[in-house]
């Protein structure tokens, strides 16, 4: 029985949905963790509709490389002599009861949340373990992978060795120096809008005009006690993409639990094409800030709309704050 699968200290939930190519590069990164790694185990919410499931709501992802039509449990079975995870069926309520349902059946006290299309390196659960505070929510650094779909192919019929190798030669995440096009071109690593908010304003680069902005769920790390008695994520942001986790984080800052960066963390998101995706954006981003109306979140769009860039956003932040509202009050 691989280490850590009956007394974990740190909880792995990992919804899943779509091309399991990703999630089986996922796990083989989370089976290569160092000694460092404490006793962990991995949950992989299955919530991926069945024959008999009807309408599955919007589209999620695109339908990934070829040849993978192998579902989580099958991919996980794979792995399960070098990896202690578990597979358990999805609500099919969207991402926020996905990640609430694994967080449940989670042992540790310790819940990391990582997506299934995140690569790692060995240090990630050592990073995070290391960086455990019970009044703290842990921001991993991420970076997207643009040639993600080219990565993908060269791996089909790989091994987890060959996984793990390929997330190695992806280096820290660091910017590669300038240079011409070549094999280094293809594993370069770009930093979204919003991982370079939450950097910039965490390292004071940057006026930390939302403190509570980080809990990104594609890597990130809380309490299980803190989970529960915040409420767990709004489920009532249902099948459409995005939102649900930054106000998960919204609530765990209002009662009392700070932002932490953990750089050496890093995921790499294998990027890909969302459908609807910005569509599905604006209607759970208008939810967001129908909750909460504070001048931070009302001025998310200037951050996470398709232009939205971190001195944009601050730049927003201030006038909407500064922005006379009826009744006298902000």
Do not use: K
Not at 50 to 67: L, M, N, V
Not at 139 to 162: F, K, Q, W, Y
Not at 175 to 191: F, K, N, Q, S, W
Request: charged share 20%.
């Amino acid at each position: 029985m691989p280490s850590g699968a009956t007394d974990p200290r740190l909880s792995v939930v990992v919804p899943s949905r779509g091309p399991a190519a990703r999630l089986r590069a996922t796990l083989a990164c989370l089976a290569g963790q160092g000694p460092g790694a404490p006793p962990f185990e991995v949950l992989v919410v299955d919530d991926n509709p069945g024959p008999a499931d009807g309408d599955p709501g919007p589209p999620q992802d695109d339908p990934g490389p070829a040849g993978t039509g192998a579902g989580p449990a099958a991919v996980a079975g794979e792995l399960a002599r070098d990896l202690p995870v578990r597979v358990i069926p999805g609500p099919m309520r969207g991402r926020a009861a996905a990640r609430n349902a694994g967080a449940a059946a989670a042992r540790g006290a310790r819940l990391v949340f990582l997506d299934d299309d995140v690569l790692v390196g060995p240090e990630f659960l050592a990073a995070h373990a290391g960086a455990a505070d019970p009044d703290a929510f842990a921001h991993g650094r991420t970076r997207e992978l643009p040639t993600a779909a080219r990565l993908l192919r060269s791996l089909e019929g790989g091994s987890p060795d060959d996984v793990r190798r390929a997330r190695s030669a992806l280096g820290p995440g660091h910017a590669p120096a300038p240079g011409p096009p070549g094999p280094a071109a293809h594993r370069r690593l770009v930093a979204n809008a919003l991982e370079r908010t939450v950097e910039a304003m965490a390292g004071g680069t940057l006026p930390d005009v939302a403190p509570w902005l980080g809990f990104v769920g594609a890597n990130t790390a809380v309490d299980r006690d803190r989970w529960r008695r915040a409420g767990g994520f709004d489920e009532a942001f249902g099948l459409t993409w995005g939102c649900e986790d930054l106000e998960f984080g919204f609530r765990l800052y209002a009662a009392g639990v700070r932002r932490i960066l953990v750089p050496d963390a890093l995921g790499v998101h294998l990027s890909h094409a969302r459908p609807g995706r910005w569509e599905q954006h604006h209607r759970n981003l208008d939810r967001f800030r129908a909750l909460h109306p504070h001048a931070s979140v009302r001025a998310l769009e200037a951050l996470l709309g398709p232009e939205g860039t971190p001195g944009e956003y601050v730049r927003a932040v201030t006038a909407v704050a500064d922005a006379p509202v009826r009744g006298g009050t902000r």
